[in-house]
C-alpha cells in the first residue's frame, strides 16, 4: 500500500471537521465511563477498539442498567450493522480494492461522517486519503474520550451525572433529523418504544432483553415500510 503524502493531508484536512465533532461528543463519553465505574485504561480503550459513537452510547446505557452481556453485545452489533453495508458501499470505490489491509482499515474505521466525507469526493479514493480522513477521526474520538475522563476528576458530581442524558440527546437529534424527511421514522420509533414499555411493564422483561426484541421488531417493520430508494438502494 503505497503512502501518497498529498493524500494523507488532503484527508487530514477533510477530517479535521469529523475530528472537532467526534471530541465534543467524545468529551461527554468518557465522563460517562468514568461514572459508570470503569477505569481510565478501560474507557479509552472501549473508544480505541470499539470507534462506534452511538453504539458506545448505548452499550453504556445497557450496562449502566444491568443489561446482560449477551443482550449488549447482540444490541451493539444490530445498531453497527449498517457500518458493513457502508463499508462495502465504499470499498466499491478504492483504487486498490484487493488490498486486504486497505480493506480492514477502511471496514474499521468508515463511520457515518467518514463514509459521509468519502461519499462525495467526485474521484476514486486511495488508501492515503482514507487513512488520513480516518486517523483524524480516529484521534478525535479517543483524545476525547480520555480528556472526558480525566476531566471528571475535578468536575463536580451532578456534572458527572448529568452526563448519562448525552446518550437520550443524541439519540433525540437523530431522530429529529430523520423525521423531518421522513415521517415513517416516527412510526418506527413509536412501534419500539411501545413495544419496549410492553415488555418492561407488563411482561416484566429486563431492559436489555426489552431492548433487543424491540430494536429486532423496529427493524423488522422498517424494513417492511420502507422502499429500496428511500434507503439509498440502486
Known sequence: MDIKIKDVKEGIHDGFPIFLGYFTTALAFGLLTRTS???????????????????????????????????????????????????????????????????????????????????????????????????????????????????????????????????YAMFASLLGGEARRKCKAMLVAALSALLNSLLILVLGLSTGLSFLISMIAATIFGALIYTDEEVGIE
Open 37 to 167: 465505574g470503569f477505569t481510565f485504561v478501560e474507557g479509552v480503550l472501549t473508544s480505541m477498539v470499539t470507534f462506534a459513537g452511538s453504539g458506545q452510547f448505548l452499550m453504556m446505557n445497557l450496562y449502566n442498567a444491568g443489561s446482560l452481556l449477551l443482550s449488549i453485545i447482540v444490541s451493539v452489533f444490530f445498531i453497527n450493522s449498517r457500518y458493513i453495508f457502508m463499508a462495502s458501499s465504499l470499498s466499491q470505490r478504492l483504487d486498490n480494492p484487493r488490498s486486504i489491509l486497505g480493506r480492514l482499515m477502511c471496514g474499521f474505521g468508515t463511520v457515518d461522517e467518514v463514509f459521509t466525507v468519502a461519499s462525495f469526493k467526485g474521484h476514486k479514493l486511495s488508501y492515503s486519503y482514507m487513512a488520513g480522513l480516518i486517523f483524524t477521526s480516529y484521534v478525535g474520538w479517543v483524545s476525547g474520550t480520555a480528556i472526558g475522563y480525566a476531566g471528571g476528576t475535578f468536575l463536580p458530581d451532578v456534572v458527572q451525572k448529568a452526563a448519562v442524558i448525552t446518550v
